[in-house]
């Protein structure tokens, strides 16, 4: 089975795809000319301070207000001070006021009526690790399982922190070489420093650092020993994928091919179009007749599981709900990845009677969940048998990339 990265633009939208054989399991929307914010970098100013909620407002550009908890953020980077030295460089508590200028990261972008969130715990993200501000300790993530293989990556992790920040081991580092781990570890280090000696002396509003479009971040972010091509059938694009591989995963670069037929698109040989209005429909049917039914308001997203045909002239009603019941785990921790749902999902599943039933229904739901690059949490099963669900929200979910580009883009 082969896995593909699959990159193509729409008119004005570029479509970032990911494929296991024919089946899209992952995708992103951006309209070319937009840059998202999420993960910039600016100069900000405090514009006011809100005691009772322990929280600051920042400006990052001419009228754009950032919300900024002041108990999350305890070691702000301020505009003026002194040269930087990182071998006589602390940690240092700062109490905010309004009218202070101060280095910020765009940690959740504006959701309708919600402000982005800005944070001082500055993060840079490479293919293998992460470097966080503000918290000078080695981490490995949880998805790296074997003991010993922990043990390597902290200990590397180890020799290079510092009083300031310390680094996360992403799941793509299991089992790469140290030499490369290393290298990039130094690059996060490079691109700290500069932000931190001449951030602070910017003009107030100055974009310190720009995230890379989201295309190039699927790439980096993708478990690329997982991933056997990267593929575009735009030479633009291929272009600037060429370049950062080049410059930031010189391994991944034979993985790169240019698509090239006259006759069939990229987009019409994976069907990327049926696919793409699949995702935002409410119901998905599944192959034992039962269905799903998914629904995301605003505080939170719904997961139905109905029997539908399923159960039409069975005896062991119990036997069939567990089937389809797991047949419906399966297909919820796909959806939940392929629609970028986020915060809290409940799930109505069918009733199971037996302990052991729903004992196997949450194991193996939580097994799923694990191959979702982004952290998924199996919660609990309440009273009433709904599970609970969260998700990390990294961007929007797909059903408001594709409202946001209609809205923008009518035509397209």
């Not at 301070?49 to 600051?56: D, T, Y």
């Not at 040269?83 to 109490?95: G, I, P």
């Not at 045909?309 to 062991?316: I, L, P, Q, R």
Request: charged share 30%.
């Amino acid at each position: 089975m082969e896995n593909k990265l699959v990159i193509t633009k729409k008119d004005n939208v570029i479509i970032s795809a990911f494929f296991e054989a024919q089946d899209m399991v992952q995708v992103s929307l951006n309209t070319s000319e937009k840059k998202g914010s999420l993960g910039n970098i600016y100069l900000g100013k405090v514009k006011n301070i809100v005691k009772n909620i322990n929280a600051a407002f920042i400006e990052i550009e001419d009228g754009r207000m950032c919300y900024y908890s002041l108990g999350e953020n305890r070691y702000p980077i301020m505009a003026g001070g002194g040269e930087y030295n990182e071998k006589e460089a602390a940690l240092k508590e700062v109490k905010l006021k309004t009218g202070d200028e101060l280095i910020v990261q765009v940690v959740k972008e504006e959701v309708k009526t919600k402000a982005p969130v800005v944070s001082s715990n500055l993060n840079f993200t490479g293919k293998y690790a992460a470097l966080a501000y503000g918290k000078p300790a080695a981490c490995v993530s949880a998805k790296i399982t074997e003991e010993k293989e922990r043990k390597r990556l902290k200990e590397i992790a180890k020799r290079h922190l510092h009083k300031e920040y310390g680094f996360i081991i992403r799941t793509n580092a299991a089992y790469v070489a140290e030499e490369l781990l290393a290298a990039e570890i130094k690059n996060l280090i490079t691109s700290y420093e500069n932000i931190r000696r001449y951030g602070i002396h910017k003009n107030r509003f100055s974009l310190l650092y720009e995230t890379p479009p989201n295309y190039i971040c699927d790439i980096r972010d993708s478990y690329t020993e997982k991933v056997d091509e990267f593929v575009t059938d735009d030479e633009e694009l291929f272009g600037h994928i060429k370049d950062f591989l080049e410059a930031y995963q010189p391994e991944d670069l034979g993985k790169l091919r240019l698509y090239q037929d006259d006759l069939l698109s990229l987009s019409s040989l994976y069907g990327i179009n049926d696919k793409l209005n699949d995702a935002i429909r409410p119901m998905v049917w599944l192959k034992s007749g039962g269905s799903l039914v998914i629904q995301p308001t605003e505080a939170l997203t719904v997961i139905d599981v109905n029997t539908g045909k399923a159960v039409a002239g069975k005896k062991k009603v119990q036997e069939t709900f567990l089937k389809v019941n797991r047949e419906a785990a399966k297909e919820i921790a796909k959806q939940i990845r392929l629609r970028n749902l986020s915060g809290i999902i409940i799930i109505d599943f069918i009733d199971l009677e037996l302990k052991k039933d729903q004992d196997l229904l949450m194991a193996e739901l939580e097994e799923y969940f694990k191959k979702d690059p982004i952290k998924t949490t199996l919660v609990d099963m309440t009273a009433l048998g709904l599970v609970e669900v969260t998700r990390k929200k990294v961007r929007k979910p797909l059903h408001e990339q594709l409202e946001e580009l209609k809205r923008k883009h009518p035509n397209e």
